[in-house]
């Protein structure tokens, strides 16, 4: 759940790509903005490495507010799936994004924030960014979708790649230890 100064979001809809959209951050949140769309995953270049399948899309939006005291936030949500790479086997292992980062921006001079920013709860951070006039989505995007991801994505239950086979081709005995072990 979003916090409770979060204007609902969730009947917006997702189908206009965001690829290359930006805004300009603070006047967004001025404006009490709402951004709905989706990024490609192929599009994002930084998730190139870490995915192995990019294809599919994620439902991003984003709102921008003023809080009690006029300082400009953005409230991100992701959602999607991904496929990762498991680091035991090697295939592709789902991963559901479901990010809610609450963004604060920080105007250039502006003293840079530490003690009130949060580690939320698993999926879910407070963080300061730097305003921008320009600020591309699709990286907004990238950088929360790689801070989300676990370290080591693995399938809950799932053998090294070929195991039995190497050992059967390897060893006669393999074939023996296979079969003892059922
Ligand atoms: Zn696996």
Not at 9 to 33: M, P, V, W, Y
Not at 83 to 100: A, D, F, M, P, W
Not at 132 to 153: K, N, Q, R, T, W
Not at 159 to 176: H, M, Q, T, V, Y
Request: charged residues 25%; contains cysteine; proline residues 4%.
């Amino acid at each position: 759940m979003f916090m409770s100064h979060e204007p609902a979001i969730q009947s917006l809809t997702h189908e206009t790509s965001l690829f290359g959209k930006t805004i300009d951050s603070i006047e967004f949140a001025r404006n009490c903005g709402q951004l709905t769309g989706y990024c490609a995953v192929a599009e994002l270049a930084r998730l190139q490495d870490l995915v192995g399948v990019n294809t599919g899309v994620v439902a991003v939006t984003v709102v921008g507010e003023l809080d009690e005291q006029r300082r400009p936030w953005l409230h991100l949500a992701v959602r999607g799936e991904l496929g990762l790479v498991c680091q035991r086997c090697l295939g592709v292992v789902s991963h559901t994004l479901e990010i809610e980062a609450h963004l604060r921006l920080i105007r250039t001079g502006e003293p840079w924030p530490e003690d009130e920013v949060d580690e939320g709860s698993e999926g879910q951070a407070d963080e300061a960014i730097a305003a921008d006039e320009g600020l591309l989505i699709s990286s907004l995007v990238e950088e929360e979708i790689i801070l989300s991801l676990p370290y080591a994505p693995m399938h809950e239950a799932c053998e090294l790649p070929g195991e039995d086979e190497l050992n059967r081709k390897a060893s006669p005995f393999a074939a023996l230890a296979v079969l003892k072990k059922h």
